[in-house]
């Protein structure tokens, strides 16, 4: 049962009845008195009642990056968090000291010096354990809304719950999360991720980066200047274009891209 109403043009009963019927649509339309309908005049934004637990990172939620077949950089980029690379030498990690508030992680003696931490044990860890939480998010059942949008969600905002799409995910314009400090949204995706140049993904109400989980099964691509949140759980690669910034984390389980990007982790 909802426990949110949409915000449309019309009014009175109608207003309710098309609220009710179009959550989970990001076309609804605005019905009139004598019964026609016009195009979309607002954004729906449903509530759904019962909360979406966490995604439990282990101990990967302690990196702003993480991969395991290396992180390239297009200089100079600006991270806050840890970064790390496992099992692939620290040679494939190409950050400079300079770049990290925070420590860098490597499996050998072949990363960034003079700051490289050589700890394959710990990074096997957290490697495990990002692959575990991509699995639980990827695992979760009974979603709030499925192919919202036939996978273009640019222009909506979205509130609390779980996401799924069968195919990818297009942000071509601004997006907009809406929720409480505790609240918890999950991104399932089956194909690709792909967030346009110069488009923002912002949080109102509270809500926080760290709550915000996509897990993508294809590759992630946060386009030139564009600006994102949350937790970034992919498959396969994330590619972040130049000049963008990223408030969360980005867990790739191949390789992760920067040029000339600010990524900071979230508040714990």
């Known amino acids: 049962m909802l ?12 207003f309710l009845l098309l609220s009710l019927a179009a959550c989970g649509t990001s076309n609804p ?4 008195g004598d019964g026609t309908a016009t195009p979309p005049t607002a954004s729906i934004v449903c509530a759904i009642d019962g909360a979406t637990s966490a995604v439990s990172l282990g101990t990967a939620g302690s990196f702003a990056i993480l991969s395991k077949t290396g992180i390239t950089d297009v200089y100079a980029s600006a991270i806050t968090g840890d970064v790390g690379t496992s099992p ?22 072949a990363g960034p010096l003079p700051c490289a931490v050589n700890d394959a044990t710990s990074l096997t ?30 222009g909506l905002t979205l ?3 779980l996401y799924k ?4 995910l297009l942000i071509s314009t601004d997006v907009t999360l809406s929720g409480g400090p505790d609240d918890v949204w999950i991104f399932q995706v089956a194909g690709t991720m792909n967030q346009a140049s110069a488009t923002r ?4 109400g509270g809500a926080q980066a760290r709550n915000i989980f996509w897990q993508v099964a294809g590759a992630v691509t946060i386009g030139t200047t564009a600006h994102f949140e949350g937790v970034v759980l992919a498959k396969t690669l994330i590619a ?14 191949t390789a992760v891209t920067l040029q000339m990007n600010a990524v900071t982790q979230p508040s714990p």
């Open 88 to 109: 692939i030498t620290g040679a494939a990690l190409l950050l400079t000291c300079g770049e990290v508030t925070g420590n860098i992680y490597v499996v050998d003696a």
């Open 3 to 14: 426990s949110k109403k949409s915000s449309l043009t019309a009014a009175g009963a109608a």
């Open 29 to 32: 339309g605005t019905l009139q």
């Open 240 to 253: 972040v274009n130049t000049g963008a910034s990223v408030n969360g984390r980005l867990l790739a389980q």
């Open 125 to 154: 860890a957290a490697v495990g354990d990002m692959e575990t939480a991509y699995l639980d998010a990827e695992g979760r059942v009974s979603p709030n809304f499925t192919e919202l949008g036939a996978g273009e969600i640019g």
């Open 159 to 161: 509130v609390p719950g």
């Open 201 to 204: 993904v912002t949080l109102t």
């Open 165 to 168: 799409w069968g195919t990818g």
